[in-house]
């Protein structure tokens, strides 16, 4: 997974490579009017801190 923010169109895109290797983007989902991205405090979350967010809020559900 890798995320981005589109700051002109208030979107968070999570890009989704299943062989993992960046090659190609084999889905994406974009969430209008959400910025996953953003610390809040001037700088950007990195892909990890955003699914360890995700995880620690109950909003992103792992099989264990």
Not at 34 to 47: C, I, N
Request: hydrophobic fraction near 35%; charged fraction near 25%; avoid cysteine.
């Amino acid at each position: 997974l890798s995320f981005e923010y589109d700051s002109a169109t208030i979107t968070t895109k999570i890009n989704i490579d299943v062989e993992g290797d960046g090659s190609a983007i084999d889905q994406r989902i974009e969430l209008q009017g959400v910025d996953l991205v953003d610390d809040g405090a001037g700088g950007h979350y990195t892909d990890a801190q955003i699914i360890d967010n995700l995880v620690a809020s109950g909003q992103l559900n792992t099989d264990s």
